[in-house]
């Protein structure tokens, strides 16, 4: 039995989690020093753009495409499995574009899609307001429509797919901050692939053949700790809940809505999700970044933003203001999704920045397919 250990239970560590734990000859174990779906998990709205993206080529398009087929499977997959209902909306995302010079990019894409087999509508305003008669079509050259791409609950995903790989036989122990590794001597070389024999916890230690890094921003400190630092940083991020007595029209067409890169999700029952912020830190040490606080002035300008588009949502009673830290890679591309220089059985699989969520089951594909290649 070979022993897989993961460090870091947000949505891309419980579904690396469950997908190791569909295979044979594996014992998986998940360690975190919170509950599951914490730190930028619990604060992401779970806007999954694929299509819709102008990524069309290279990893950040195959990573996408990949997690797009598999959440065809995944959810219902989960929720046969666990007995959970998953929040998720399959209606769709329309992006509204504003400006006429996008025009040729949007519809070079649309001609990409449709040769990759995937359909990118572009609406003219009037098909916009037929559609979706509670948006404010001024000052819109067209909706570019994508029913591929989707929306889903962060928090009920991650604990599903932590319940899915719990029946499977995975092992999940949390609040249990890891203070030490086996094997990360600082008088090793790179060049010799040390090996990690196992993870230590303030509680107990656990033996590893493999082990998976999945902290988001606590991949720093982790990768400090083993003479390989990674440097990730934060990047703030703020949402609000809105419910209105009356909901928006045409009930049973509710796709996200994307205007100015500012989101608004149907979570029916008149409830909402608006947002998010980017907020970047000042040029100061990541360690002290981490301790940045949300400027509420940031997130009104989200709502007026949003307003703008959709002017029912000024009715609306603000329910919760949330925000998070969501982990950017300094000096390479995001996702990290890649051995441990100078180890040999230590995985990365970190730094999702916007695109945890969308990118989680691809990237738990990836490790597998890592994994498998060890033997």
Same mark, same amino acid.
């Given at each position: 039995m070979k022993h897989i250990t993961i460090i870091g239970c947000g949505v891309v560590g419980a579904?690396?989690?469950?997908?190791?734990?569909?295979?044979q000859g594996v014992q998986v174990t998940v360690i975190d020093q919170t509950a599951p779906a914490q730190g930028?998990?619990?604060?992401?709205?779970?806007?999954?753009?694929?299509?819709?993206?102008?990524k069309v080529?290279?990893?950040?398009?195959?990573?996408?495409?990949?997690?797009?087929?598999?959440?065809?499977?995944?959810?219902?997959?989960?929720?046969?499995?666990t007995g959970r209902a998953i929040q998720h909306n399959t209606?769709?995302?329309?992006?509204?574009c504003f400006a006429a010079a996008e025009l040729p990019r949007w519809r070079s894409l649309q001609t990409i899609r449709h040769q990759q087999g995937y359909e990118l509508k572009l609406w003219e305003p009037e098909r916009v307001r037929d559609r979706c008669p509670h948006l404010s079509t001024a000052g819109v050259i067209v909706g570019i429509y994508s029913p591929q791409d989707f929306q889903v609950n962060p928090t009920d995903l991650t604990l599903a797919l932590v319940a899915g790989a719990q029946a499977n036989g995975a092992e999940f122990y949390f609040g249990q901050p890891v203070v030490g590794f086996d094997g990360a001597e600082v008088e090793a070389l790179p060049e010799e692939d040390r090996r990690c024999a196992a993870v230590h916890t303030s509680n107990q230690s656990f033996p590893a053949d493999a082990i998976v890094i999945s902290a988001g921003l606590e991949t720093l400190p982790l990768t400090q700790a083993l003479h390989? %630092?990674?440097? &990730?940083?934060?990047?703030?991020?703020? +949402?609000?809940?809105?419910?209105?007595d009356k909901p928006l029209e045409h009930?049973?067409?509710q796709p996200v809505?994307?205007?100015?890169?500012?989101?608004?999700v149907p979570l029916g029952k008149g409830d909402?999700?608006?947002?998010?912020?980017?907020?970047? %830190?000042?040029? &100061?040490?990541?360690?002290?970044?981490? +301790?940045?606080?949300?400027e509420a002035d940031r997130l009104d300008e989200v709502l007026a933003g949003a307003v703008a588009y959709c002017p029912a949502l000024a009715t609306g009673n603000i329910t919760q203001r949330w925000s998070g830290l969501r982990p950017r890679p300094q000096g390479q591309a995001a996702p990290v999704i890649q051995p441990l220089m100078g180890y040999s059985n230590i995985w990365l699989a970190t730094g999702h920045y916007r695109n945890g969520v969308l990118l989680a089951p691809a990237t738990a594909l990836a490790i597998r397919d890592l994994l498998e290649q060890l033997g």
């Open positions: 579904a690396i989690a469950y997908e190791l734990s569909l295979c930028s998990t619990a604060a992401a709205l779970g806007v999954g753009m694929a299509v819709i993206s102008h080529k290279g990893r950040n398009w195959r990573l996408r495409e990949r997690s797009l087929k598999r959440y065809q499977t995944l959810i219902p997959e989960l929720e046969a499995l209606h769709g995302i329309l992006s509204l390989q %630092p990674i440097p &990730i940083g934060p990047v703030l991020g703020q +949402a609000l809940c809105l419910h209105l009930s049973d067409f809505v994307n205007g100015n890169d500012i989101h608004l909402y999700w608006v947002g998010a912020t980017v907020e970047f %830190p000042p040029e &100061i040490a990541l360690e002290d970044a981490m +301790a940045m606080q949300p």
